[in-house]
């Protein structure tokens, strides 16, 4: 069974940094566009970085630009979220997420009722920061 296994959520202050990693298992993602998703509590899903499949696109929500920073390591079947200059509104559940069809580009302007079309996402991974 293909899962994909967020790791590297905690707790950190504001203004601390945090790396988050997802490691698919049971088959390689490297043709993939990934991305991730976080959810706050009582909000809706939302998106926060995308990269295609080469690690040679990358797109950002607004609210993360300059701070975050995805990539990918397609040798080690991994990709990485690092997250800087960590703010108490960026505290949520953090969601990885892979499709063979929606390019990174696609998933950083599909709407929340779209993501059902994901094909693959982790069972997400919790940061919070404390002011």
């Known amino acids: 069974q293909v899962q994909l296994v967020e790791s590297g959520g905690g707790l950190v202050q504001a203004g601390g940094s945090l790396r988050l990693s997802c490691a698919p298992s049971g088959r390689t993602f490297s043709s993939y566009a990934m991305g991730w998703f976080r959810q706050a509590p009582g909000k809706e899903r939302e998106f926060v970085a995308a990269i295609s499949w080469n690690g040679g696109s990358t797109y950002y929500t607004d609210s993360v630009k300059g701070r975050f920073t995805i990539s990918r390591d397609n040798a080690k079947n991994t990709v990485y979220l690092q997250m800087n200059s960590l703010k108490p509104e960026d505290t949520a559940v953090y969601y990885c997420?892979?499709?063979?069809?929606?390019?990174?580009?696609?998933?950083?302007?599909?709407?929340?009722?779209?993501?059902?079309?994901?094909?693959?996402w982790g069972k997400g991974a919790l940061v919070t920061v404390s002011s």
């Open positions: 997420a892979a499709d063979p069809v929606w390019t990174a580009q696609a998933m950083g302007i599909m709407t929340s009722k779209d993501y059902y079309g994901i094909d693959y």
